[in-house]
């Protein structure tokens, strides 16, 4: 697996691998990389002849108070990973190569970013808009693959490259489970064995909800969703809410497709979630 570590060396490397010919498939990340992560790299393997995969830990995706400083950062292993997993090239800039000296541009995408997770990290997505931005016209890759464990960071990157005329085919991939249902994530890692055991009433919760909203009770379902969280040792539940798949829109029924999507703080760890739910 080749290395790139700055925008002029992925630009060389780039070059070297589209001289060969085949689609490019690439796989943003901000490393330290699970199941969920190399599931991205198979399915851009599966559409395309060569995968890069960039890890870049973002810090204008966090907050002040926010854990930018914590993030786990493993280098060495994460890059075995994506080597073991068929990966052509791993872009690892660092972030005075991504945001030089004067660096002043930002983009926004209206409404999708306003709700959900948009509403407790005020600016995040902007951070995620324009970072994600910037790869795919550094990588300019035929596809792009990111996880519907970010299902809200999903439909504003879609919404983006259609706005603004990137040429990329936008894939969603599936969310990826530990056994007990809760959702693979970096952040795991920060949970106590205890808050971890706690931590699986998350997905056991959307299940039973899904099932609920599906026999046509949503204001009541959202409202005994909140208090099995809590009851389970969550302590604020930011959001759960049963949105249209599309505009993230908050629905009252299940009128088109619908996503049920939460945020909740175990401890001190945010954890999200999301599911499909259709008639
Ligand atoms: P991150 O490193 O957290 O920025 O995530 C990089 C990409 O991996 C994003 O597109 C995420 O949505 C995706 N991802 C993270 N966790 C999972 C998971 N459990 N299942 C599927 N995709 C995931």
Not at 239 to 264: F, G, H, K, N, Q
Request: some cysteine.
């Amino acid at each position: 697996m080749r290395i790139a570590r700055t925008a002029a060396e992925l630009r060389k490397e780039m070059a070297a691998l589209r001289s060969g010919g085949g689609r490019i498939g690439f796989v943003p990340t901000m490393g330290a990389l699970h199941a969920g992560h190399l599931s991205l790299v198979d399915m851009a393997k599966s559409r395309a002849d060569h995968v890069v995969a960039s890890i870049f830990v973002n810090p204008t995706q966090f907050g002040p108070n926010e854990d930018f400083g914590r993030y786990p950062r493993m280098e060495a292993e994460d890059c075995e990973q994506l080597a073991e997993q068929g990966v052509a090239l791993a872009y690892l800039p660092g972030v005075e190569d991504m945001y030089p000296h004067g660096f002043a541009t930002h983009i926004h995408v209206d409404k999708l970013g306003d709700g959900l997770c948009g509403r407790f990290r005020p600016g995040h997505f902007d951070g995620v808009a324009t970072v994600v931005a910037k790869l795919l016209l550094q990588v300019r890759p035929d596809i792009a693959v990111f996880g519907e464990k970010d299902y809200q960071q999903l439909q504003i990157i879609r919404r983006m490259v259609t706005d603004m005329d990137i040429a990329v085919e936008i894939l969603g991939a599936p969310i990826i489970r530990e056994a007990d249902g809760l959702a693979m994530s970096s952040r795991n890692a920060y949970l106590t064995p205890s808050l971890r055991k706690a931590a699986a009433a998350l997905p056991r919760m959307m299940q039973e909800a899904k099932r609920r909203i599906r026999q046509g009770k949503v204001a009541d379902t959202l409202q005994w969703g909140k208090k099995e969280l809590t009851d389970a040792g969550f302590g604020e539940v930011q959001y759960l809410e049963l949105c249209d798949a599309a505009t993230l829109e908050p629905v009252t029924s299940i009128v088109r497709p619908a996503r049920l999507l939460v945020a909740a703080k175990l401890g001190s760890v945010r954890l999200i979630d999301n599911i499909e739910v259709s008639e």
